[in-house]
């Protein structure tokens, strides 16, 4: 009887090691045509956020949010939600996604351990919410490729965002 026992918890030892380690398999493998939800933000000592976008779905629509420096010589702090983009300029960001493989990169990407927290440490994160429900948030940074490409967004939208009446301006300017 005790010999049977240690086997059992032999083997399943073993089966969580493994799964732990390598996974189940059983993920589901999404594309870009399933995401409903993308953001990234990097803190760093300021108290905005050095940058912070979301691209979101809503219905058959796309809004973009962004706080972030724009402007040529990134003279101006910008600070908008929500603000509706062409379907032409979601999809181009979509495409820098799916070239880049940022899905299969956020996936296989492992946080760091940390012994210490630091709260004052600059903080990055990005994420992607999925058509299911399901959804994947990391510290690490979104490609270059893509934030170029929101940079790009936030530059073109900003002043009839800031303008509109539907968006908050209670952000400072610089």
Same mark, same amino acid.
């Given at each position: 009887?005790?010999?049977?026992?240690?086997?059992?918890? =032999? #083997?399943?030892?073993?089966?969580?090691?493994?799964?732990?380690?390598?996974?189940?398999?059983?993920?589901?493998?999404?594309?870009?045509?399933? #995401?409903?939800?993308?953001?990234?933000?990097?803190?760093?000592?300021?108290?905005?956020?050095?940058?912070?976008?979301?691209?979101?779905?809503?219905?058959?629509?796309?809004?973009?949010?962004?706080?972030?420096?724009?402007?040529?010589?990134?003279?101006? %702090? =910008?600070?908008? =939600?929500?603000?509706?983009?062409?379907?032409? $300029?979601?999809?181009?960001?979509?495409?820098?996604? /799916?070239? $880049?493989? !940022?899905?299969?990169?956020?996936?296989?990407?492992?946080?760091? *351990?940390? *012994?210490?927290?630091?709260? $004052?440490?600059?903080?990055?994160?990005?994420?992607?919410?999925?058509?299911?429900?399901?959804?994947? !948030?990391?510290?690490?940074?979104?490609?270059?490729?893509?934030?170029?490409?929101? %940079?790009?967004?936030? $530059? /073109? %939208?900003?002043?009839?965002?800031?303008?509109?009446?539907?968006?908050?301006?209670?952000?400072?300017?610089?």
């Amino acid at each position: 009887m005790k010999h049977t026992v240690c086997k059992v918890v =032999a #083997i399943v030892s073993v089966l969580s090691l493994l799964l732990g380690l390598f996974g189940c398999g059983g993920n589901k493998k999404y594309t870009v045509d399933d #995401i409903v939800l993308v953001h990234t933000v990097y803190y760093g000592m300021e108290s905005n956020p050095v940058y912070s976008f979301a691209m979101r779905k809503e219905e058959d629509n796309w809004v973009f949010s962004a706080k972030c420096l724009v402007g040529s010589n990134k003279e101006h %702090y =910008a600070s908008f =939600a929500s603000f509706p983009i062409t379907d032409e $300029d979601a999809q181009g960001f979509l495409q820098v996604i /799916r070239e $880049d493989g !940022e899905i299969e990169r956020l996936f296989r990407h492992r946080n760091p *351990i940390r *012994i210490f927290h630091i709260p $004052d440490a600059p903080a990055r994160s990005f994420g992607m919410t999925f058509s299911d429900g399901n959804s994947v !948030e990391k510290e690490t940074r979104l490609g270059d490729r893509g934030l170029d490409y929101l %940079y790009a967004l936030a $530059d /073109r %939208y900003y002043e009839e965002a800031e303008s509109s009446e539907d968006t908050p301006t209670d952000t400072p300017t610089n």
